[in-house]
């Protein structure tokens, strides 16, 4: 009885806890587009992603990410397909939690990271897709290659950060690329050729 009790009161705390930190997050930031602010933007760097997903020879899916993105995002709600995105990505930030993978991919064999150091995004249109989702297609330069690439993107939320009093607004976005067609063919096709990438966007309105 004194076990059943325990476990209950500890299901109703976390229950608690959960939906208390759910509505305080909700209170911090709004998933309505309209409460997006027109204006300029800068990445937000330290809660920036991009993620990268492969499958490694058919026995998994393996992941790594970039950190460390810079660049600027012009939007305005009421007028979607004027947006401008213009992100840079260093190469030399890639991380699988595997320092000597990280080191062989930041080789000549792979990234090159030396030769090319940054990855780097454009946008060249956007179309929106529904409420709070847009395409967004643009440039991706990547080991000295530039092919256009779409991104489906979803907006998370926006409002003022109460650490920083910064306004954010927080995207995520998903997008295929085929790794060849960039010059990175290293142990294709045991190392699968297409990537899947799921970025986590952050950005600071610029008073």
Do not use: C
Request: glycine content about 8%.
């Amino acid at each position: 009885m004194i076990k059943r009790h325990f476990a209950t009161s500890a299901f109703m705390a976390a229950v608690i806890f959960g939906a208390v930190s759910q509505a305080s997050a909700q209170q911090v930031a709004s998933p309505d587009p309209s409460a997006v602010k027109a204006g300029t933007y800068k990445v937000e760097p330290y809660h920036t992603q991009v993620g990268f997903t492969l499958l490694h020879m058919g026995f998994s899916n393996f992941s790594g990410f970039f950190t460390g993105a810079s660049g600027s995002l012009t939007i305005d709600p009421a007028h979607l397909s004027a947006t401008s995105l213009d992100v840079t990505i260093p190469v030399q930030s890639v991380d699988t939690t595997v320092p000597k993978l990280d080191g062989e991919l930041k080789s000549a064999q792979w990234f090159d990271a030396d030769k090319f150091p940054n990855a780097t995004f454009r946008s060249t249109r956007v179309v929106r897709t529904g409420a709070n989702t847009a395409n967004i297609t643009g440039n991706l330069t990547l080991h000295g290659v530039t092919k256009s690439v779409t991104l489906k993107a979803r907006l998370i939320g926006s409002g003022t950060n109460p650490l920083d009093k910064m306004f954010t607004v927080g995207f995520e976005a998903t997008g295929t690329i085929v790794r060849s067609e960039f010059g990175v063919k290293q142990y294709v096709p045991l190392v699968s050729d297409t990537v899947t990438l799921t970025i986590a966007g952050a950005f600071e309105l610029q008073q």
